[in-house]
């Protein structure tokens, strides 16, 4: 979980260096002025000097023979710089192939190599860190440096008994290590982003134990919402720099009055209020050090933060509870659950629990139970007999009195018979039999609800339960009622960006076709849709029995269908919503009486988030036509469908029979790019001009789809709709009626500078009349450089 705050991690030199550097009208603070031609060397002391030195310490730190030598033995020569092929042989070898040669413990780069006398020393910790990046990046933009590694503590020893010589070195700031330099903290050395394999800015997070939300939810949920500030961070480390224990940091930082209300708001107290993620969250930054100094302090501020106020609640809510994630049955019940409502306790006897997370009345009995269940009002629970497995359950299913929302109101009750056979931790479609079949985190069984009166799907009951015989009702909800709103995808979005961990073994597809295994790290530029269903919607909400929008967001009716590409990134699908959303934004406030501030979110339908990931092949089934996108595309509520990145949709069946749907339901299409909307006449002409020359040829015969059986039975709707000839014809409409669109505000743009564009063209009519003779004949002829960009005809 990101805490907040920043750090900084890059290459740091003595204040006093950049002084001298500023004095001589030399900026040592910014990268460039380490290019040749500055003469930065001459304000940094020479290698071999430094290298002599390095290799002369012979005494060390407390914590540096605490943790390198505890046995003693650590003496002069201890430390010396490490990229020697003597030192380590996998390393060099490594090296080798990457081309980068080591000579007396320093790889000088290509731009100081023959003099070396104006390499700047470069000293860094561990290899594994980033050593190879920073190689990289010192080859990449030329800089005249010299570099070698020492290990952190290593590192640690020499910047600070050596700091009265000048180099650079790795550190990230805020960090006890180095806080404490006099006169004055060290200063980071700014390179450009670009340059950069780890980002010189990056957000520290709370690394936390998948099983912590079921063991201890309220510790989990703590460590989670906590966060602080870079001024609350930088104070801890400048205590911690000083001497002072952790301990002692922590409870001053607790105690102080400007404090109270930042930590009391991470104290959950409702089971709405308490947030669990399922996935294990791995981050190593530029090293595992980035975040060392403020997670030890957060570690030991989380535990005495949290300790009185948890033993308090221990002594109130011994017993256990649903509604108190602190007891076994609570913990469950937050699990399962998700962000939802409060629950409250009703009259009820036995030693297990029936809780009825849904907006219905529900009564659940055994068959051969003699005493008549009571009715749970919505999100309530009651104690209940031991409900064994093998015991054949009565669930009776009717509407509340009063709902919250008019679509959870039900038209008719239902009864259902529960048997031991209905239970399963698989979903129930035969084709999920594979190694990668999502296994649920506990038995459940599903209950359809049938059909409404205007013909959609009302969902199912799902039942989950414990060993210890507790039962948990809960509604799935239809796909016409899973739209989730712009914030919760943008949010997800993010989350799929910005995941800390490195996503290993990932397939990508290149241009002509061929499939290549890459690992995506954080704020990479790779990741997709099959990268976030794999590593969030899966972890977080398919081994749930859940779609990612019933679990994790507040979904309703959706509005706005958006359909997409998954193999296309998720930051161009995110800037493509963002344009989007502001543009649809403009539109409301101009066209209703909705004033700035007001909520104006959408509910958008997304498939990755709105299908239910373990039962993709159940719930698309085998006609397309009663498939979860048609459904939604028929229903009442969606308004307006957005194809995100036209280009790579044109090649997917999906994509393309959901445009067909859409003219047929008389549903507006807006085509979206990262540029902007094209109807909105945000995509540049060049650009449209390409779309119209790629949609002129093309045939939706040509799409492709990943799952063969998903093919078949779009090819067989797709018969039953005309053929493909229909179908490439109504695409063409399609398009035809979006560039259009763009092209009627290029228009009135002209209009406004000019007046009728069509007068001025017929102004200068007579000019080009004039000239078409010395045209033909080759005189005054445009070279191929000079025509425009759109110089080819294309009709649509």
Known sequence: ?????????????????????????????????????????????????????????????????????????CGQGTIRPQCDPRADSDRFVLLHKLNFVCDGGWWYSPACEDRRETCVPVVLGEFEWNVLEWLGTFRKTRLPV?????????????????????????????????????????????????????????????????????????VDTFFRVMSFAYADVWEMMAQQATGVDDETIACRWLKSPRNALKWRAWIPNRINDTVVVTEVVQYKPAGVGVVLGVLITVASLGLVALAALYLRRRRRLASDS????????????????GA???????????????????????????????????????????????FRAKTKLRLHVARAEIVSEEWEWLETEHDFIIRQEDWSQRPSDVESTGPDTVRYRGPVARLSLGINGGGFSMGQMKLTRRPEGSILIQWSVPHTLRGVTVLDLDRFFTRVIEHPCVWRKCEVIDEVGGTHVIDKHPRGDSRNMYDACKHIVIPEAAVFDWSYAELHTKCGPPTLFLSHVWAETANKTQEALHKLNTWISLKLRAHTSIQEGHDTSLKVWFCTLCNNQSRVVEELGCDVTLSPFAQVLRSESCAQVALISPFRALHRKWCNYEFCVSRIENIPVLMVMAEGVIQ???????????????????????????????ECFIDAAVAKMGGYEELTARLHAVFRAAILEAHHCLNAAVTTL??????????????????????????????????????????L
């Open 1 to 73: 979980t990101i805490m907040g705050n920043k750090t900084f991690p890059g290459l740091y030199t003595q204040s006093p260096t950049v002084e001298l550097g500023r004095n001589n009208s030399v900026p040592l603070k910014w990268w460039e002025s380490y290019l040749p031609g500055y003469g930065a060397h001459h304000f940094f002391t020479p290698v071999a000097e430094l290298d002599a030195a390095i290799r002369g310490i012979a005494s060390f730190g407390a914590t540096f023979n605490a943790v390198v030598c505890p046995g003693g033995g």
């Open 146 to 218: 010299a570099v070698t590694w020492l290990g952190w503590f290593g590192e640690a020893e020499v910047v600070v008994q050596l700091s009265a010589m000048r180099f650079l070195f790795y550190w990230w700031e805020p960090d006890s290590t180095f806080l404490g330099m006099q006169p004055i903290s060290p200063e980071l050395v700014v390179f450009d982003e670009r340059d950069l394999t780890i980002s010189q800015v990056q957000a520290p997070v709370s690394v936390v134990w998948s099983g912590l939300a079921e063991a201890e939810p309220y």
């Open 322 to 337: 649903p509604d108190n994630p602190a007891t076994p049955t609570g913990q469950w019940v937050v699990t399962w659950v």
């Open 340 to 386: 939802h409502r409060t629950l409250f306790k009703t009259v009820g006897s036995g030693p297990c629990w029936v809780i009825n997370a849904s907006p219905f009345v529900v009564t659940m009995e055994a068959e051969d139970q003699h005493t008549p269940a009571e009715p749970l009002t919505p999100w309530s629970f009651q104690r209940s007999p031991h």
């Open 680 to 710: 909105a006449g945000q995509v540049a002409p060049k650009t449209l001009h390409m779309l119209a020359e790629k949609v002129v040829g093309f045939n939706c015969r040509d799409a492709t789809c990943t799952n063969y059986a998903d």
């Open 754 to 795: 000019h007046g009728d564009p069509y007068e001025n063209l017929r102004t200068v009519s007579g000019s080009l009349s004039s000239a078409s003779a010395r045209t033909e004949s080759g005189e005054g002829r445009p070279s191929p450089r000079q025509r425009g960009p759109c110089r080819s005809h294309v009709s």
